[in-house]
């Protein structure tokens, strides 16, 4: 039920990461004309359809999950569960995601999108009827661990397939389109998965129904993966046809993934801009997740107290979409917005947009403003992101790329846990607290302070880009 609840980069590993890191030439296009040109690529629309369809597929289960947490009868959040929900939701991405790539580099990644379907459809049914007995703590937390876990699998292999299905000059155009439209139809899913909850009555049973719906879009989405040849996305061995046999030495590769994480940050060290910008990031998701946190717990506690959950559930779906709205947006002003200032200048305007909406909006603790804040934040969130990731992109040596949005990744997806978690000791059940939303607001205010003391004011250690900068990509 929240913005951005992909990975931070956008990216998996194999994915976009790599390849819009390289210096090829900047050239005029939109989004719709990439669009077209990829599509036209008869392999490509085979994944790519799956892909759609299966984050259709998770924004329905998040809006079944989140709303059986958050808005069924059987409960009613304090922050704790609402941090315990969040975990759920989020941490297998962190966990989770920099791992894949050991697996996914040995199995054939076209099996790997159609069986994690499946197993993703099997085990939303069984969380289904999970919901459906109105269990609560370890059995729906696991349950929802399961199907979340397998999920990144499936992403992961998508992003390190693409190669496979697009020419190389057409790479970079498939990874800006694919994870964008997947993050769009991830909103849709969840609108669509609340839609289903309200229709079938709410309540356990509504719970239930949209899980399974969920797992209705996972299967649809192995029949289409289904479609693609079994070797078509590889992997294979340089100069050969033959799929890479299941070598031996997980262990040590999983090892190896550690150690490259850790040289990962020691690039970040002397990356010193790179560091910044995901400094920045993680501050500013963190902060938005507590805003979220205390939002839920509003809608539910405070301005539907002892009233029917549906009501509530159905006034906080338009929270989404406004934070959805603007989180779109984004996409539409920041080009222009780098281009007549710096991607750093534009990070910092955000930060302390942040910390203005938050302290005007958020202390009148009613529904309109709130649906202002939600729009403000979720344009906010994705205006810093997008600088965030052209950044690195620029300033990270391609050698440590993987690595870097590997940490961008977890970064992303931890940060949106911890700032809640944080948070629990100051905020009530009803999520109504001056205090707290004054201090998120303040925060926002400090780290455009501090972020701009760092990269405006002073030459930035490791900052210089990778290649000459262009009108289109000036720091």
């Known amino acids: 039920m929240s913005v951005g609840a992909e990975s931070g980069s956008g990216q998996a590993p194999g994915g976009a990461g790599d390849a819009t890191g390289t210096s090829a030439p900047v050239h005029r296009s939109s989004f719709v004309s990439d669009l077209k040109v990829v599509l036209a690529e008869r392999d490509f629309r085979k994944l790519f359809a799956s892909r759609l369809v299966s984050q259709a597929g998770d924004g329905v289960f998040n809006a079944g999950f989140a709303a059986y947490a958050f808005f069924s009868a059987q409960s009613f959040p304090d922050p704790v569960a609402a941090v315990y929900a969040f975990t759920v939701l989020y941490l297998p991405y962190s966990l989770v995601g920099p791992f894949a790539g050991v697996f996914i ?12 379907a499946v197993i993703r459809a099997a085990m939303v049914g069984a969380c289904g009827f999970v919901v459906l007995g109105g269990q609560t703590g370890v059995p729906l937390y696991v349950s929802a661990l399961a199907v979340l876990g397998v999920n990144r699998f499936f992403l992961s292999a998508v992003s390190a397939g693409t190669p496979h299905v697009v020419r190389a000059d057409k790479l970079v155009m498939a990874n800006a389109v694919a994870p964008t439209s997947g993050t769009i139809l991830g909103f849709v899913g969840g609108v669509v998965g609340l839609g289903v909850h309200l229709v079938t009555g709410g309540g356990l049973a509504g719970s239930a129904a949209t899980l399974w719906f969920g797992g209705l879009c996972y299967l649809a989405a192995g029949f289409l993966g289904a479609r693609m040849s079994r070797d078509l996305l590889g992997p294979r061995r340089s100069g050969q046809e033959e799929l890479l046999p299941a070598a031996s030495g997980i262990w040590s590769d999983l090892k190896e993934v550690v150690r490259g994480l850790v040289d990962g940050v020691k690039h970040l060290n002397e990356r010193r801009k790179a560091a910044y910008v995901l400094a920045a990031v993680g501050v500013h998701r963190a902060l938005y997740g507590t805003l979220l946190v205390a939002g ?39 080009p222009q917005g780098v281009k007549r200032t710096t991607k750093d200048v534009w990070i910092t305007a955000w930060l302390l947009v942040g910390g203005i909406a938050t302290i005007a909006l958020g202390p009148t603790f009613s529904q309109v403003p709130f649906l202002v804040l ?34 961008y990744d977890m970064l992303y997806n931890v940060a949106w846990v911890v700032g809640p978690a944080i948070a629990v000791p100051f905020m009530p059940d009803t999520g109504k607290s001056y205090p707290l939303v004054v201090v998120i607001g303040v925060l926002y205010l400090t780290a455009g302070a501090g972020y701009a003391a760092l990269t405006l004011t002073r030459k930035t250690v490791g900052g210089s880009p990778r290649f000459a900068p262009t009108a289109a990509t000036r720091q």
């Open 374 to 407: 939600g729009f403000a934040m979720g344009l906010s969130a994705q205006c810093v992101k997008i600088c965030a990731d052209t950044t690195v992109q620029q300033v990270v040596d391609d050698a440590y790329m993987g690595r870097v949005f590997s940490i």
């Open 296 to 334: 839920l717990l509003l809608y539910r506690n405070y301005f539907y107290h002892g009233g029917n959950g549906n009501n509530a559930l159905g006034h906080a779906t338009l929270l989404v979409i406004t934070s959805a709205i603007g989180f779109g947006l984004a996409a539409v002003v920041t």
């Open 105 to 116: 580099d040995r199995w054939s990644r076209r099996q790997i999108i159609v069986w994690g």
